[in-house]
């Protein structure tokens, strides 16, 4: 889904800035924070990509386990347990 934008350009005597704005919806939806840096990738010239440099963890993605919490070992013998013992 897109969303339509117009690029901007002030002029001023000794220099000029671009300015790229997108919808309130857009900046709510990727929960953006004001003053938060991020950077700009020139993929061609068609794409220019929005990186992140500090994003807000995903609410989708579960927190993946390492193989040790999942084989039930801390590395100190095959018996020992590390983590909590409650499953999902």
């Given at each position: 889904?897109?969303?339509?934008?117009?690029?901007?350009?002030?002029?001023?005597?000794?220099?000029?800035q671009?300015?790229?704005?997108?919808?309130?919806?857009?900046?709510?939806?990727?929960?953006?924070?004001?003053?938060?840096?991020?950077?700009?990738?020139?993929?061609?010239?068609?794409?220019?990509?929005?990186?992140?440099?500090?994003?807000?963890p995903?609410?989708?993605?579960?927190?993946?386990?390492?193989?040790?919490?999942?084989?039930?070992?801390?590395?100190?013998?095959?018996?020992?347990?590390?983590?909590?013992?409650?499953?999902?």
């Amino acid at each position: 889904m897109g969303y339509p934008t117009k690029v901007q350009l002030i002029k001023r005597q000794l220099s000029e800035q671009w300015y790229i704005n997108f919808p309130s919806a857009v900046a709510q939806a990727m929960e953006f924070e004001r003053g938060e840096t991020v950077e700009w990738v020139i993929e061609d010239k068609a794409q220019l990509v929005l990186n992140r440099l500090n994003p807000p963890p995903s609410a989708l993605k579960k927190k993946r386990r390492t193989s040790a919490e999942v084989s039930g070992t801390s590395g100190k013998g095959a018996g020992g347990r590390s983590g909590s013992s409650a499953r999902s």
